[in-house]
């Protein structure tokens, strides 16, 4: 594999913490959130560019779905909904919660393949990225990177758990094992884990939307088990406002494309 390009330089992330609370402000403000929160995007890749936030597609109504932390037990009906609707999205998914459905889990990873998704590295478990160590980080990326390999897939896209970053400790790492150079990061505050109004957020999702937004849902198993129901929620209001709007939800890669054309 290549050796880690040259990086630049990043911005203090008490800069970065700023810009993350300037976006939450939002989320106080439902439902004029919508708003506020692309207003204030460019300020979120001016201080962390390291991240995409969006595509540049023009006017072309597609927007990138991307759902986190799965597989888990509302996969298959995620899938069943999407397939329903004609959609398509990236998955970043969990070895941890693969292992802990077992055949299931494996399963379900590969009708994901098999329809049509795009799987994306979201490290071996549910356990936010920025609090570990860099040595711990390393083992955690390089282990979900293994396991999306056993599925004869080159992963491209890597998305942090808990969507913070640091790119001195974990660009080089995307860098060496040849993933996309930024990492994958939203165009709204998926707030969906913290505040719990999940036909709210699809409406928002839906109706804000715009030509190369990047959506976030989120799945989880166990305790998080709760996230996957209400992203049902979110995902059949999601797809009605996108269906009424004439708007396509396809993979990262396809619309990342579609920014290259």
């Not at 995409?52 to 888990?72: E, K, N």
């Not at 397939?83 to 399963?107: Q, S």
């Not at 707030?191 to 937004?213: E, I, M, N, S, V």
């Amino acid at each position: 594999m290549a050796d880690a390009a040259p990086l630049r330089k990043p911005r203090k992330g008490r800069l970065r913490r700023v810009a993350l609370l300037l976006l939450l402000l939002g989320v106080a403000l439902l439902p004029a959130c919508g708003h506020l929160q692309v207003a204030l995007l460019p300020v979120a890749e001016w201080i962390g560019p390291e991240g995409v936030y969006r595509f540049d597609v023009g006017d072309r109504r597609v927007m990138a779905l991307t759902i986190d932390d799965g597989p888990s037990a509302h996969t298959d009906a995620i899938l069943d909904l999407l397939a329903e609707h004609g959609h398509t999205a990236t998955f970043f998914v969990h070895p941890d919660h693969t292992d802990a459905l077992g055949p299931a889990g494996r399963a379900a990873l590969q009708r994901i393949l098999d329809e049509g998704h795009e799987l994306g590295n979201h490290t071996a478990a549910d356990v936010p990225s920025v609090r570990l160590p860099p040595e711990a980080f390393a083992a955690s990326f390089k282990r979900a990177d293994e396991a999306l390999r056993e599925f004869g897939v080159t992963p491209r896209w890597f998305r942090t758990a808990g969507g913070n970053f640091n790119p001195d400790t974990m660009s080089p790492l995307l860098h060496r094992y040849g993933y996309d150079p930024r990492f994958a990061m939203a165009s709204f505050v998926p707030w969906d884990t913290f505040l719990h109004l999940p036909a709210t957020y699809g409406r928002q999702l839906g109706a804000r939307g715009y030509p190369g937004a990047i959506l976030v849902l989120h799945e989880g198993i166990g305790e998080q088990a709760g996230r996957g129901e209400r992203t049902m929620t979110t995902l059949r209001r999601l797809l009605e406002e996108t269906d009424r709007r004439g708007y396509r939800l396809r993979t990262l890669s396809e619309v990342e494309a579609m920014s290259r054309e």
